[in-house]
C-alpha cells in the first residue's frame, strides 16, 4: 500500500507532465503555423509596380486591399473624404478614394520585379521537366515502336510504284530521244488523269495507237496474242504516271 | 508508356491515312476508268478465243472423221480437250487483274462447253445414222 504522501506527489508529477506535454505541443503548433505564415508570404505575389498615371499606395495581403490615390481635382471622383495622414498633392487640393481590391494575381510585372524567384521557378520546372523527358524517352525506348511501322504495308506499295516509275521514265526518255517529242507536261497529264475519258490514261501516243489498233483487230474478230500482258503493262504503266504525276505535283507545291 | 503509344500510333495512323485515303481514292477512279478502257478488249478477246475454238474443235473433228479407221469417242474427245484448252489458255492469259470481277471468264468458258457439247450431239447423230446407213447398205449386199 502506498503513503498519502507518495499518492500526492505522483499526482503532482503526473500534473507536471501533463502541463509539460502541453506547453511542448502548444509550440509545435506555433512553429507549424509561423511556417505555414512564411510559406503564404513567399506564395503570395508581390505588388504591382505603381502606375505611371496616379500615384499609387499599393498594400497587398491575404484580405482585401485598401488602396489610397491621390488624384487631381480634375480628375476627381468625389466619393472620398479628406485624410489627415496622407501626403500633400502636387496639384490642387488632394482628394483621398479610398477603394476596396483584391490581390492580384502573379502578373507579368511581378514575374519582372522578382527575376531571381522566377527564374528559381522556371530552373525547378525545367528540372522536373527535363527528368520527366528523361524517364519518358527511356521507357519509349523500351517500348520503342518505329514510325513506320504502322504505315509499312503502304511503303511496300510505294516503292514498288516508285520502281515502276523509274522504269517508265527510263523508257519514256528512250522513247522520246527515238522520237525527239516533248515530254508530256505533269499538270497536263494530271488534267488527263482526273478526266474520266477512257484512253486517256495511256500517255504515250503510240500506247493509244496500239489500242486502237488492237480494238479494231478484236472487232474484226482476231485472236490477239499476249494481249493480257499488254493490258497489264499498259494499266501498270498508267497507275505508275498517275501516282509520278501526284507525286510531282504535290512536291511543286 | 503504353498507352502512349497507341495514342501516338493512333494519330500517325489517322495523320497518314488522311494522304492515303485521298490516294487510294484517286487510284480506285483511275483503276476503275482503266478498266471500262480495257473491258471491251478482254470481252472481245473472250469471244473471238470462243469462235476461234469452236472453229478448231469442227476442223479438228471432221479430220479426224475422214482418217479411215477412225474411233469417234477418241476423235471427239481429242477435239474437245484441245479446243478446250486453247480457250482456257487465252482466257488466263487476257486476264488483267486476278480474281477482278471484269475479268471473269468462266461464264464464257460454259457457254462454249455448252455449244461444243451440242455440237457433238450432233456430229453422234449423223455418226449414228451413217453406221445405221453403213449397216443396212452392208445387210443388203449379204441379202444379194
Not at chain 1, 20 to 27: D, F, K, P, Q
Not at chain 2, 19 to 38: I, M, N, P, W
Not at chain 2, 70 to 83: E, I, L, Q, T
Request: net charge negative; glycine share 6%.
Amino acid at each position: 500500500m502506498e503513503s498519502p504522501a507518495s499518492r500526492t506527489l505522483s499526482t503532482w508529477l503526473l500534473h507536471i507532465l501533463f502541463a509539460s506535454v502541453a506547453m511542448v505541443l502548444r509550440t509545435l503548433i506555433d512553429i507549424v503555423a509561423f511556417l505555414f505564415v512564411l510559406l503564404l508570404k513567399f506564395i503570395t505575389p508581390a505588388p504591382v509596380a505603381a502606375r505611371a498615371a496616379a500615384p499609387m499606395h499599393h498594400v497587398t495581403s491575404l484580405e482585401l486591399n485598401i488602396v489610397i490615390t491621390l488624384q487631381t481635382p480634375q480628375h476627381s471622383t468625389g466619393s472620398g473624404s479628406p485624410s489627415t495622414g496622407s501626403t500633400p498633392a502636387r496639384v490642387g487640393t488632394p482628394t483621398v478614394t479610398a477603394t476596396l481590391r483584391y490581390p492580384e494575381s502573379p502578373t507579368r510585372h511581378s514575374a519582372e520585379e522578382q527575376p531571381p524567384r522566377m527564374l528559381g521557378r522556371i530552373r525547378s520546372f525545367l528540372a522536373t521537366n527535363a527528368s520527366t523527358r528523361a524517364r519518358r524517352r527511356d521507357e519509349l525506348a523500351v517500348h520503342a515502336t518505329p514510325p513506320l511501322a504502322v504505315l509499312e504495308r503502304h511503303i511496300v506499295a510505294v516503292r514498288e510504284d516508285i520502281a515502276r516509275i523509274e522504269d517508265m521514265e527510263e523508257a519514256r526518255e528512250m522513247g522520246l530521244e527515238g522520237a525527239g517529242e516533248e515530254a508530256v507536261a505533269d499538270e497536263g497529264a494530271v488534267a488527263r488523269a482526273d478526266t474520266d475519258e477512257p484512253g486517256h490514261h495511256l500517255d504515250l501516243p503510240t500506247q493509244q495507237e496500239l489500242l486502237a489498233q488492237f480494238r479494231r483487230s478484236v472487232e474484226a474478230g482476231a485472236v490477239i496474242e499476249e494481249l493480257g500482258e499488254v493490258m497489264r503493262t499498259w494499266r501498270s504503266q498508267a497507275l505508275c504516271s498517275c501516282l509520278c504525276c501526284t507525286l510531282c505535283v504535290r512536291e511543286s507545291r | 508508356m503504353r498507352v502512349d503509344d497507341d495514342i501516338w500510333a493512333v494519330r500517325y495512323d489517322r495523320e497518314a491515312s488522311r494522304y492515303h485515303q485521298a490516294l487510294e481514292r484517286h487510284r480506285a477512279g483511275l483503276v476503275k476508268t482503266l478498266d471500262f478502257t480495257l473491258s471491251p478488249l478482254f470481252l472481245g478477246q473472250l469471244k473471238n478465243l470462243h469462235q476461234v475454238a469452236l472453229v478448231s474443235f469442227k476442223a479438228e473433228t471432221v479430220a479426224g472423221l475422214e482418217v479411215d479407221g477412225y474411233n469417234f469417242a477418241d476423235v471427239v474427245g481429242r477435239a474437245r480437250a484441245c479446243a478446250e484448252a486453247r480457250f482456257v489458255d487465252g482466257a488466263r492469259e487476257a486476264v488483267v487483274v486476278e480474281g477482278g470481277g471484269a475479268w471473269q471468264w468462266e461464264e464464257e468458258f460454259q457457254l462454249l462447253r455448252d455449244e461444243i457439247w451440242s455440237i457433238i450431239v450432233q456430229l453422234r447423230r449423223d455418226e449414228a445414222k451413217k453406221v445405221v446407213d453403213a449397216i443396212e447398205v452392208r445387210d443388203k449386199q449379204s441379202n444379194k
